[in-house]
Nanobody
Framework: QVQLVESGGGLMQPGGSLRLSCAVS????????MAWYRQAPGKQRELVAD???????NYANSVKGRFTISRDNAKNTLNLQMNSLKPEDTAVYYC????????WGRGTQVTVSS
């Protein structure tokens, strides 16, 4: 009943920018903290950033100062603005609710390479 649809990924050169979006269906958007995760090949899925109902944000040290998480309450959409991209940002990016995790979406591929 709840769907998470990520979009906005693609190929970008180091130093470039991308904006990811997550369309959230169902009620979790208005009830829980939402977050972006990423998973690189052969690595564990990791938390990238999250945002509470009140708008408080938290970031992994690896992306702090470069990424910005936001939410559009009117559209039930979670966003991730990624600036100053590095090759190590290459991964599939997913969204979900950390405290009430739903089935994972397909994610969106981000590839940073020159």
């Amino acid at each position: 009943q709840v769907q998470l649809v990520e979009s906005g990924g693609g190929l970008m050169q180091p130093g470039g920018s991308l904006r990811l979006s997550c369309a959230v269906s169902g009620s979790i958007f208005r009830l829980y903290t939402m977050a972006w995760y990423r998973q690189a090949p052969g690595k564990q899925r990791e938390l990238v950033a999250d945002i509470t109902l009140s708008g408080r944000t938290n970031y992994a040290n690896s992306v702090k100062g470069r990424f910005t998480i936001s939410r559009d309450n009117a559209k039930n959409t979670l966003n991730l603005q990624m600036n100053s991209l590095k090759p190590e940002d290459t991964a599939v990016y997913y969204c979900n609710a950390p405290k009430f995790t739903r089935p994972w979406g397909r994610g969106t591929q981000v590839t940073v390479s020159s």
